[in-house]
């Protein structure tokens, strides 16, 4: 048994950051020694990295790969997950498209955009519980350090042997939820055929699913979707009505995987099928073992999440390659009209000084929020924004209007440009000031969602319930700053 002593992995990574302080003092970058592609035990090109971010400020990377491939360049772009401050992140491409025998993989090229934070403060703890065992797996245990919940994260690590080389990239299970001050144990794999060469774990990063975008022509248009998987897919084709798209897929992996898809909704009444045309392994077959062919229907989950998109879940056996058609999708049929208000009072997350919070209305069609409250004092409302209710503006900044009681205005309205750094998936809370006296608060936005032309009420409902309501167990006010017009 080999314990993971702190000592160890002090000296390692400081022996990282000053031998490539010279190279990179500020930026996003891969060191050289940490980028390499290589054929795995199941014949497939495997690029495996750590995302160096030297920035001051979280950052969202995209990765542009390209491999000479007997001649042939081979270039894609990866965007991964968030990298904290002064923190590098392993990732781990597979490519079954590479097929010579002598691929020679290209320098990087790094793009990346400035993110909010995300798992800030979170950090694996150094003590004896950190273990790597005689099968090389590793377990320990992880702190929340930070102010904030956790979501929907991964631990992750780069694996070396003795000379420093990386052999791989683990990552750990799913955790759904941590808390602030949560401690949590987790666990690291490395495969059997590197678990003797095993010397260490390093580069210990939080992070969420890397999630993969692909357009496909869609008539005299293009359709974008997103989806999450550690099988392959590629080539994207629309049938003539569209209302059917096949995909190349790949399974490399000796197990089945899930593929989770999330596409733009056009109907509420939209319902997908999967049909697999291709090959895979039976159950209990190796890789040696010859294939067998299917066609089949397989079963699916389909769920809308809160931003009114479709989630398309299903399995892809093991081993499988082929073609994968998703049918039922539908032209946006506008079947159902969006409400001119809706009452959110008991669904927005709000705290109020100075006085009472008596109604919160969406208003759709104006692109506002309206907020109705009795206020005996000068104070403050703070409320939890949703970017899929009430977008900002395209300078990323809302318009909030005061309006006092008739009889004690001294002037009708007041203004205020609210700006913040927002987020697409969990929002922000804004605080806007008021003056005693004040009856209504109205928030104004640009509510332009790209891929709908008419959002459908149910989406609409589902959204407001998915992204507003928060945990009231976090009282902070992130990042605000107003200016009065």
């Not at 979280?58 to 001649?71: C, H, K, Q």
């Not at 949590?184 to 495969?191: S, Y």
């Not at 798209?245 to 999967?274: A, C, R, W």
């Not at 990323?396 to 987020?423: G, N």
């Amino acid at each position: 048994m080999k314990v993971a002593i702190i000592l160890t992995f002090s000296v390692i990574l400081l022996t990282t950051v000053f031998s490539n302080f010279a190279e990179a003092e500020s930026g996003v970058y891969i060191p050289d020694h940490e980028y390499t592609g290589f054929f795995d035990s199941d014949g497939m090109y495997t690029v495996i990295a750590g995302i160096k971010n030297q920035e001051n400020f979280a950052v969202v990377p995209t990765l542009t790969v390209s491999i000479n491939d007997g001649g042939k360049i081979i270039s894609s772009d990866y965007e991964f997950s968030t990298i904290m401050p002064h923190q590098m992140l392993p990732m781990k491409i597979k490519l079954p498209e590479i097929t010579s025998e002598s691929p020679i993989l290209e320098e990087p090229i790094i793009t990346y955009t400035k993110s909010e934070n995300k798992f800030s403060g979170g950090y694996v703890i150094y003590d004896d519980t950190l273990i790597i065992h005689d099968d090389a797996s590793l377990t320990g245990k992880i702190r929340n350090g930070g102010e904030e919940i956790f979501e929907n994260f991964r631990v992750y690590a780069l694996i070396k042997d003795k000379n420093d080389t990386i052999l791989d990239v683990a990552f750990s299970d799913k955790f759904d939820m941590m808390k602030p001050g949560d401690v949590f144990d987790f666990k690291l794999l490395a495969a059997s055929y590197i678990a003797d060469d095993v010397e260490y774990y390093s580069c210990f990063s939080f992070g969420d699913d890397a999630i993969m975008p692909l357009t496909v022509k869609k008539g005299d248009g293009e359709m974008t979707f997103r989806y999450t998987a550690n099988a392959w897919f590629k080539d994207g084709t629309f049938n003539s009505d569209e209302t059917v798209l096949t995909l190349y897929s790949l399974n490399g992996f000796q197990m089945p995987v899930i593929g989770s898809f999330e596409f733009p909704t056009n109907s509420i009444s939209e319902k997908y099928d999967v049909v697999l045309d291709g090959e895979k392994f039976e159950i209990g077959a190796s890789s040696k073992d010859p294939k067998i062919k299917i066609t089949e229907q397989i079963e699916t989950l389909q769920s809308i999440d809160e931003m009114g998109n479709w989630h398309l879940y299903f399995e892809v056996p093991s081993g499988f390659q082929g073609n994968v058609s998703i049918s039922g999708f539908m032209k946006n049929d506008g079947t159902i009209t969006v409400p001119d208000e809706i009452d959110l009072t008991n669904l927005v997350y709000y705290e109020i000084t100075g006085g009472e919070v008596k109604q919160i209305l969406a208003k759709p069609n104006e692109a506002s929020l309206q907020v109705l409250i009795e206020s005996e004092t000068d104070g403050h409302l703070m409320i939890k924004m949703n970017e899929f209710l009430l977008r900002p503006f395209e300078n990323d900044e809302y318009v909030a209007v005061t309006e006092m009681i008739p009889e004690l205005a001294t002037e009708d309205k007041t203004a205020y440009i609210i700006t913040d750094s927002f987020s697409f998936d969990k929002g922000k809370t804004i605080t806007i000031p008021f003056t005693a006296g004040t009856e209504k608060i109205e928030i104004f936005g640009s509510y332009v969602v790209p891929e709908f032309n008419h959002i459908v009420m149910i989406i609409l409902i589902l959204g407001i319930i998915g992204m507003i309501v928060f945990s009231k167990r976090t009282n902070s006010i992130s990042n605000l700053f107003y200016n009065r017009l």
